[in-house]
């Protein structure tokens, strides 16, 4: 099982975080997604041998929004 916390650009408004937490959970493998708006961070449980994190961030990309190291 992974665990990671993604530090993102703010979030501009309620839906653009609907839209990642939609856009991320339905990737298959990962189980939780949890926003947290006041610091712009994207907690993520998912299942490490199913899907990379690193195939989770470009899915994030993917929808327009960019995450940080």
């Avoid at 339905?26 to 449980?45: A, C, H």
Wanted: glycine share 4%.
């Amino acid at each position: 099982m992974g665990f990671a916390t993604l530090k993102m650009e703010d979030f501009a408004c309620p839906s653009c975080i609907k839209k990642v937490k939609k856009g991320v959970k339905n990737q298959y493998g990962v189980e939780e997604v949890t926003i947290l708006f006041d610091y712009s961070k994207v907690q993520l449980k998912f299942d490490d041998k199913v899907i990379a994190l690193k195939d989770i961030q470009t899915r994030i990309n993917q929808l327009k929004f960019r995450t940080f190291d």
